[in-house]
């Protein structure tokens, strides 16, 4: 690859995000992002398919990686046991990721019903992939699906509270953290129900 091309893909994701920050995602195109990244639009291809794909690149790769860590969990959790590894695990891995530009990308995202529509369909096909792995546990198909969805919103919380604040506290300890606060508004008044980490110990 020529020299000025070096480092070309974060020189196209920091341009596209300046340019959403700056004039809304509606309101650029991809020839403004090369322009600002001083690269060409078929540098522009061998990355991203699309001026969308910059805030979403290897998000569909999310439902197979998490329905993985669910199946390579430890065969004696429950099924909502495994589903928690899976998040936490997984989580992590996403935040490492994506922490340079999460909490801009997550602006600019919240502020596209365009994008909001993707990131559903994004979730859609994980809660597929969980339902599917929980299954393959043994969990029956009405507690899979459940179970799935319910992954989702986890994840999606805790995602959301990393992002908010990042230095705060991991992405699995916010998964732990929405899992006990699911588990506690379940319990029955007066019965003080065990934190996901005690069910572990």
């Known amino acids: 690859m020529p020299r000025w091309e070096q480092g070309a893909e974060e020189r196209l994701r ?35 398919a ?29 099924p909502f046991e495994a589903l ?8 992590d891995a996403v935040a490492a990721r994506t922490a340079p530009h999460a909490a801009q990308r997550q602006a600019i995202v919240d502020g596209s019903p365009e994008l909001q529509e993707r990131g559903r369909t994004k979730f859609a096909a994980v809660a597929d992939a969980l ?3 929980l299954r393959q546990r043994g969990a029956s198909a009405t507690s899979a699906g459940l179970l799935a969805n319910v992954g989702v919103a986890l994840f999606r919380t805790a995602f959301d ?34 934190s996901v980490q005690e069910t572990r110990t």
Not at 22 to 40: M, S
Not at 52 to 76: H, K, M, N
Not at 163 to 177: F, G, H, I, L
């Open 84 to 91: 928690l590894a899976a998040l936490e695990r997984v989580g």
């Open 131 to 133: 339902d599917a792995a």
């Open 14 to 48: 920091e341009a596209a995000l300046e340019l959403f920050t700056e004039h809304g995602y509606d309101n650029v195109t991809v020839a403004q992002i090369t322009e600002r990244a001083g690269l060409t639009r078929r540098t522009f291809s061998r990355y991203f």
């Open 161 to 194: 509270r990393w992002v908010a604040e990042p230095d705060a506290a991991t992405c699995s300890a916010r998964v732990r953290e929405a899992a006990d606060e699911l588990t506690r508004a379940l319990s029955p008044r007066g019965h003080a129900s065990p």
């Open 50 to 78: 699309d001026k969308r794909d910059v805030l979403f690149a290897g998000s569909d790769r999310l439902p197979a990686a998490l329905a993985d860590a669910v199946t390579q969990a430890d065969p004696e959790l429950t």
